[in-house]
């Protein structure tokens, strides 16, 4: 049987390419991203025509085939080619055996029944239809039995058969069977790794050039972890150093490459390129002569001239239509001019590698830290020297290391901590490249201890060039601070038109900060006070004080054992409108009496409108006495007519119950007539009142 299997292997009629496997294309280049992903360069050397295999694993094809870059400046791109998700699938729906039949010559051999076959043994040659190949047990000796499998021929002249197991060679005389089994190897082959997949690039040219493949895939985002040396009180600068912890999760060793990191947050995203998907397409009924089926009439939507009259129009609108979109598409090919498109996604082109990624020409301050540069969206970090990391893994290196300004503070934050600040750091970029985010473990520089010695754990923001941010790393319980809250509101100009009073009303809000530094220690205090709305700072000097989105932040310095108060005043100036006819009797007398800046002939009408609003109030009262008598009565007159449903026969009681009716009757018109009067009051009291603040104007 391996015979047999070798003999199959052997296909001919194809002709090899010259190719290079992956592993003879090393990685230059890396840019790592704190996105989660991570630009990969391969380079290598072609001449003439090249194929270059390229293993792949599985869940990155999708990203490959979005982003791969194929850069050959002497050649092109013939294409580029890759199994289907699911080759093997796909390859065996097209042959007439499966791949568990390929696993054994007598399947193999039976789903090619019919197939003319050449064989050779020791008796000679034989060619012939197979007709079937069947399981043959052999005893031996007791106990022990092989099994044999005997080929059944038809030929020329008759039936003939043999052992498979004795053959010297059996051959398909057919190409076309022999390229369907060699076609099937070879895809066994291609996709012997579940989890990978061979991609080939397939490059035409003549000389001998260099080529470039660069890709983007997922990985293992890049961490920061910062240390910073806290100065001495007094001083303004401080040392600032950056590490990057990079990882190698890849399956292959990182040799002598050119690693660059990349801050920011742009966008990305998957899509399921490798995927094969099929347009549903609509099924229509086969025609069969004899059915009718009429179509239902659903009304007009235009008449005959209109339909024609947008038929005439069509071409032109489509002609507009397409002009734009030409203009459009000129703009963008002249962008991508120099690109040539190749399969799968990739890009051929004429310029050199590193002149699609800009480089760095910054110099950090040191020989063996980044080199960085400020991008439009993102942060760039170089490294001069060329780096190796084993596949798996970590490796930490400085992307930053300088003295940058910085000054001791104390941040008193009040939600945070009542009564004490915490020990902070004021520190500014003022390099030209910004600072991704990341922890940050300080340490403080004190000559008392001849050394730098840890103080605490914070979190660095993203800081852009030019920006500051407060680090807080421990609470500053040597120094404390008392708050105290006071509102006031005050009302100023008064205006009064068409019966509506608006005021001028000031709202102060004023806090005292007592700040008690240490007896021996002096502090610089920043005290961070809520912003409130349309409210403005009045105290201190707002040229003085930094605003956040959410607080004013209010700098002091503090001697030591010093308690200093720190006033703050927030004003707010707004108008509020009163309706005068709605309001009560004893706010308009403080109108008459005493509030507001008024003159005396405006005082003086405050108070008769006032006297009428008591009269009015007064004539309410007395009409909701009379409804309340009118409830009254009525209730009992219920009471009443129900006593009477109750006697049948005429009686004193029921003459008792009609006379008390008729007199609550005549009760009911009294207080009817009485509530008239009062409305009659009122309506007068009320036209004069409407006119008095009519006439009211100031």
């Not at 391969?42 to 982003?67: C, M, W, Y």
């Not at 009924?285 to 059915?291: D, H, I, N, W």
């Amino acid at each position: 049987m391996k015979i047999i299997i070798l003999l199959i292997l052997i296909v001919s009629g194809f002709s090899l390419v010259p190719s290079a496997q992956a592993n003879d294309i090393p990685i230059d280049r890396i840019i790592l991203s704190t996105s989660g992903l991570a630009q990969f360069e391969h380079r290598t050397q072609v001449t003439g025509n090249a194929s270059l295999e390229f293993p792949v694993r599985l869940n990155q094809v999708d990203d490959i085939l979005k982003s791969l870059v194929v850069f050959d400046t002497q050649g092109r791109v013939g294409g580029v080619t890759l199994p289907g998700k699911q080759p093997l699938d796909q390859i065996f729906k097209d042959l007439p055996f499966d791949r568990n039949q390929l696993t054994s010559a007598m399947t193999l051999l039976n789903a090619y029944q019919g197939a003319v076959v050449t064989v050779k043994d020791a008796n000679g040659t034989a060619t012939g239809k197979i007709i079937q190949v069947v399981p043959e047990v052999t005893t031996l000796k007791a106990d022990q039995t092989i099994t044999r499998h005997r080929l059944s021929l038809m030929t020329d002249t008759g039936v003939k058969q043999a052992i498979l197991e004795d053959l010297q060679s059996l051959q398909f005389v057919d190409a076309k069977v022999r390229n369907e089994v060699g076609r099937a190897l070879d895809a066994i082959r291609e996709n012997s790794a579940a989890g990978r997949r061979i991609l080939t690039v397939n490059l035409l040219g003549s000389a001998t050039r260099p080529v470039t493949l660069s890709y983007v895939v997922a990985a293992p985002l890049w961490k920061t972890a910062y240390r910073m040396v806290v100065p001495e009180a007094g001083k303004t600068t401080g040392f600032l150093q950056g590490w990057a912890v990079v990882e190698n999760m890849t399956a292959g060793d990182w040799s002598n490459v050119d690693l660059s990191l990349v801050s920011g947050n742009p966008v990305t995203f998957r899509q399921a390129l490798y995927q094969s998907y099929y347009v549903e397409r609509p099924e229509i009924p086969v025609q069969v002569f004899g059915l009718v089926l009429p179509h239902i009439d659903e009304g007009t939507i235009a008449s005959a001239e209109e339909m024609q009259a947008e038929r005439d129009e069509a071409p032109v609108r489509r002609a507009r239509q397409s002009g734009a979109l030409m203009n459009f598409g000129a703009a963008k090919s002249a962008v991508a001019a120099p690109m040539a498109m190749g399969m799968g996604g990739a890009m051929a082109s004429n310029a050199p590698a590193n002149e699609i990624v800009s480089g760095v020409d910054s110099v950090a301050a040191m020989a063996n830290v980044a080199q960085s540069a400020e991008a439009a969206t993102q942060v760039l970090f170089h490294f001069p020297d060329r780096l190796s990391l084993k596949s798996g893994q970590s490796m930490m290196l400085p992307f930053v290391s300088r003295m940058v300004p910085m000054e001791r503070v104390s941040l008193y934050q009040p939600d945070t901590n009542p009564k004490h600040p915490f020990a902070a750091v004021d520190i500014k970029n003022d390099g030209e490249s910004g600072l991704p985010p990341g922890v940050l473990t300080l340490y403080e520089d004190s000559r008392l201890l001849k050394g730098a010695d840890f103080s605490g754990d914070a979190q660095l923001p993203t800081l852009a060039p030019g920006e500051k941010r407060l680090i807080s790393y421990a609470l500053d319980s040597k120094t404390t601070i008392d708050r105290h809250d006071k509102s006031t509101m005050t009302e100023g100009q008064m205006t009064a038109s068409r019966g509506v009073i608006k005021v001028s009303v000031k709202s102060i809000a004023e806090t005292t900060y007592t700040v008690k530094a240490p007896a021996k220690e002096a502090r610089v205090v920043v005290i961070e006070h809520p912003r409130m709305g349309d409210y403005r700072l009045v105290e201190p000097d707002p040229k003085t004080v930094e605003v956040t989105d959410t607080h004013f932040r209010i700098k002091t310095a503090v001697k030591a054992g010093e308690v200093r108060p720190v006033r703050v005043v927030l004003e707010n100036q707004l108008w509020q409108s009163y309706g005068i006819n709605g309001m009560p009797a004893d706010q308009l007398m403080a109108y008459a009496t005493g509030r507001g800046n008024l003159e005396p002939a405006v005082r003086k009408s405050f108070e008769s409108i006032a006297a009428l609003r008591r009269a009015l109030d007064q004539i309410d009262q007395k009409i909701a006495a009379v409804e309340e008598q009118r409830r009254a009565l009525f209730q009992d007159q219920e009471r009443v007519r129900e006593n009477l449903k109750s006697l049948t026969v005429k009686s004193d009681v029921q003459q008792k119950y009609l006379d008390k009716l008729n007199t609550q009757e005549d009760q009911v018109a009294r207080l009817d007539k009485e509530k008239q009067e009062l409305s009659e009051q009122r309506r007068a009291k009320q036209a004069d009142m409407q006119d008095k603040i009519a006439d009211l104007e100031f």
